[in-house]
């Protein structure tokens, strides 16, 4: 009875059992980890108040997906056997992502009479109040550069305000070569590129006044009539642009007459790291700051907007560190609302916005005499020592620009610029693993060389306690990594697991592209060509050209 007995049951659990143990092996999902984070939401009452709110947890294996995401490496040997590598990376806050970047190779031609040598452009944008200016700039800002200077180069008298981009485009591809000195004068190539930057964004913020301009007859003009531009094909995007605002930082490698160019507008930063061999055989870094912060909390930047208007408000165009209390960068393309009189914006909020029931946000209160922005970069320029190449057996020199760090603000208000030249300096020297903070000054030796003016705000900066990761191939994403926690695994995964845009509250878009440079004569430097079409946040581009 009891063998018989058992049969049943045993048959019984094994049709149970069977279901259940697949339900829980194929159709339950495992528990993600949580933390918790502290936001602002509105409340049943209808205010707004302060609540918990949970965020899953990303895993260390998705948090490095989503830093290499959008990571690249290029490399290119030029004569002389220098191999020129850059890296470029970015991670979102905002969604989507208000920073951009671009570079461009500009091979000189063969029959130019120039001494050899190529135009290297990197720059990166940090966009604010939406993602549209900065991708303008991806798309043109380069370009326009390389413009100006190319009919500059081949024609120093040329009206070049009057000149098209058609025209600009011709005159950099085809004119045919002269001997000229031009782009030899670093003061030369400054005004270039100050004029470049001005007249774009010239172009930017005019461009929805065009289009009224254009669709306004001088009937309607007099009674005050004002258009509905909304079905305008370029009504969205021209005004888009001229009302967000992006920062820009630019690098220019002129090889053939040995000279770098830093043109900053907006508070982005170029750091470069320079070697130095000591007496007793040691290297050390020395931190060279290219470019100033240029916001309300430089010194240099309140003098100068304090200078352009009325003594009387001297004590509003900066408060707290703002343009007019808002905006933090006082250079940046865009931002029209700091740059339109008032009776300007209202014309246009009228015409672009209100016939589909929008608004442009309104011009700031102290708003009297525009602009208070401007677009006009701050150029620096450095020679390029190390060219061209010592012959193997000849001497080298003691101290040689070896890399250059272009970023937006959202790296450097989590790390300074001597622990990026640090971080970049060791990476180079192959270091390797998780490294105590304390410890790196130990094995890094960094040296302070130009310090710039510093115009952000260092309590945001990271704990000075923890580790460095130095586990990324890719220089761009070492240094994002090491700005959200580094070798602190547990913060690390907060940080990047936090969503848009709660994420905004914790930290910034980060864009970072690194530059530098090996000798490529002892057949160790692994190159690629740069041939990649097209532009965009991602851009890549190479044009041959005479100069």
């Not at 659990?13 to 984070?37: C, E, M, Q, W």
């Not at 009539?225 to 005004?239: E, F, M, R, V």
């Not at 040689?400 to 272009?406: I, K, Q, S």
């Not at 079409?533 to 005479?546: E, F, H, L, T, V």
Request: aromatic share 6%; proline share 7%; with cysteine.
């Amino acid at each position: 009875m009891l063998r018989r007995a058992w049969k049943p049951v045993l048959g019984t659990a094994v049709l149970v059992g069977t279901p259940a143990y697949l339900y829980y092996s194929h159709y339950r999902k495992p528990t993600r980890d949580t933390f918790n984070i502290s936001m602002k939401a509105v409340g049943p009452d209808g205010k707004r108040q302060i609540v918990t709110q949970a965020i899953p947890l990303l895993t260390k294996d998705e948090v490095d997906g989503r830093i290499r995401q959008h990571a690249s490496a290029k490399s290119v040997m030029r004569p002389g056997g220098i191999v020129w590598k850059s890296t470029t990376a970015h991670l979102s806050s905002n969604d989507p992502i208000e920073d951009a970047n671009s570079n461009l190779l500009i091979e000189r031609d063969a029959s130019d009479l120039s001494p050899p040598g190529d135009y290297l452009f990197f720059a990166v944008m940090d966009g604010h109040g939406g993602p549209h200016t900065s991708r303008v700039l991806s798309d043109v800002l380069i370009p326009t550069v390389a413009m100006e200077l190319a009919m500059r180069v081949n024609d120093p008298n040329a009206n070049v305000n009057d000149r098209g981009l058609i025209q600009k485009a011709k005159s950099l591809i085809w004119s045919p070569s002269t001997p000229s000195s031009y782009d030899a004068n670093p003061v030369n190539v400054a005004n270039a590129i100050e004029t470049a930057f001005t007249k774009l964004d010239n172009q930017i913020v005019n461009a929805p006044l065009e289009i009224l301009y254009h669709a306004v007859d001088q009937d309607a003009l007099k009674k005050k009539l004002i258009p509905d531009l909304t079905k305008h094909p370029l009504a969205t995007s021209s005004i888009q642009a001229a009302m967000s605002g992006s920062c820009a930082l630019l690098a220019m490698f002129d090889t053939s007459h040995r000279n770098l160019y830093i043109a900053c507008t907006g508070d982005s930063r170029a750091v470069a790291g320079v070697y130095e061999e000591g007496s007793d055989g040691q290297g050390v870094w020395r931190v060279e700051v290219l470019t100033e912060d240029q916001t309300g909390r430089n010194p240099n930047e309140l003098k100068r907007i304090q200078s352009e208007h009325p003594a009387d408000e001297a004590p509003h165009v900066v408060r707290n560190g703002r343009i007019l209390g808002g905006l933090e960068p006082s250079r940046a393309f865009g931002d029209s609302r700091y740059k339109w009189p008032r009776e300007v914006q209202e014309v246009l909020n009228k015409a672009f916005m209100e016939p589909k029931g929008e608004a442009l946000r309104s011009a700031p209160p102290t708003l009297k005499t525009p602009p208070y922005v401007i677009a006009k970069p701050v150029v620096t320029h450095r020679p390029l020592s190390f060219l061209p190449l010592p012959a193997p057996d000849a001497p080298h020199p003691k101290s040689a620009l070896r890399f250059l760090v272009l970023a937006t603000d959202g790296l450097w208000d989590e790390l300074s610029n001597e622990e990026v030249v640090a971080l970049v300096g060791g990476h180079l020297s192959g270091l390797r693993g998780t490294v105590p903070k304390a410890q790196l000054p130990s094995l890094v030796r960094t040296a302070t060389g130009a310090a710039g003016v510093e115009g952000k705000d260092k309590d945001r900066r990271g704990q000075r306690e923890g580790a460095w990761a130095f586990e990324d191939d890719n220089l761009s994403t070492h240094l994002i990594r090491n700005a959200l926690g580094g070798g602190d695994v547990e913060h690390l995964r907060k940080l990047a697991s936090i969503p848009a845009p709660h994420s905004r509250r914790f930290r910034d878009d980060i864009t970072v592209t690194v530059v530098w440079w090996e000798d490529g004569r002892d057949g160790q430097a692994q190159t690629e060509q740069i041939s990649v079409p097209g532009g965009g946040a991602d851009g890549q581009q190479q044009i041959r050209a005479k100069l």
